[in-house]
């Protein structure tokens, strides 16, 4: 099962037998202090940077979150989604649970852009979903219900049959449905890494649909994130997920390298293309300091 994201100039396409997908988290003020103040001050020119750092490193999709309090988040989604597009040509994430922020950045998105996201709680369904469906978009749908987030693998492949049938119901295609299984910190858990994996492999068994997931929630609190992040990552890939919002910069390689080791980069073509690409990024950024 294929789900075909476009910009004006660019189709990406997500599916198991497809080279794994990077969405860039880095618009995202989550976090990111600086891209916080930069939208405080209409400092587009920073959020210009990080879009053009992000698919120079390997994304292939841009999330935009613009998240952040004192700020009118309606206008700022507009803006930074210009932003962004004034500079890159790849297909957009606009992220926000919010239905009039989505439509803001809806509205200016080309082509066929994803949301995220929407979950398995009725007052999401009944808001977020008709507004994907009358954009023509693709959505990501949280395995969350009415209870929160469900303990185990088997209740969250049910929240996920509950997202899936709702958006059924009004026509949307279940090829535009990408569930994510929730990632949760194995600092508080040893074993949320291994309920999400085992969502994944019950999501595609059931569903075919595919797969996303907020790779960096597993390390949070620990040392060394971005080991544990990659080793997890490799696992999720190895299990079924077919993207990522992530960030790019970091598990770039990790990526293609997983994609090399699956038979998924003829002659490894694409991890040599990316590993020469990156050296010179790398030369050119610590110049530039």
């Known amino acids: 099962m294929h789900t075909i994201l476009k910009s004006n100039t ?38 210009k940077q990080l879009a053009q750092r992000q698919v120079a490193w390997g994304a292939d999709v841009l999330d935009v979150n613009v998240g952040h309090p004192g700020i009118d988040e309606i206008e700022m989604m507009a803006k930074v989604v210009e932003a962004v597009l004034s500079v890159t ?34 007052k999401q369904l009944s808001t977020i979903l008709p507004i994907v469906k009358d954009r023509g978009a693709a959505v990501i749908g949280l395995t969350i219900d009415d209870d929160g987030i469900p303990a185990t693998a088997e209740k969250r492949l049910a929240a996920a049959g509950i997202v899936i049938e709702r958006a059924a119901k009004i026509g949307i295609p279940i090829e535009d449905i990408i569930i994510d299984p929730l990632v949760m910190t194995v600092g508080a858990d040893s074993k949320a890494a291994t309920v999400t994996l085992e969502t994944i ?28 992040n990659s080793a997890f990552l490799s696992l999720a890939i190895q299990a079924g997920a077919t993207c990522s919002i992530t960030d790019p910069i970091k598990l770039g390689g990790t990526i293609r390298a997983t994609d090399l080791l699956l038979g998924k980069d003829d002659y490894s073509m694409r991890f040599l ?13 610590a110049a530039a300091k």
């Open 89 to 122: 040509d790849v297909p957009l994430c606009i992220d926000s649970n919010e239905p009039k922020i989505l439509e803001a950045g809806l509205k200016l998105a080309p082509g066929k852009p994803l949301v995220n996201s929407v979950n398995g709680e009725e």
């Open 201 to 228: 492999r019950l999501v595609r068994e059931k569903f075919g649909v595919n797969i996303n997931l907020g790779a960096s929630n597993v390390s949070f609190g620990l040392p060394d994130r971005p080991t544990v």
């Open 273 to 285: 293309k990316y590993f020469r690409a990156t050296e010179k990024l790398k030369e050119q950024e």
């Open 10 to 47: 660019k189709q990406v396409t997500i599916g198991i037998d497809k080279p794994f997908v990077t969405i860039g988290e880095k618009l995202n003020p989550t976090g990111l202090k600086k891209l916080g103040k930069a939208l405080e001050e209409n400092n587009m020119d920073y959020v």
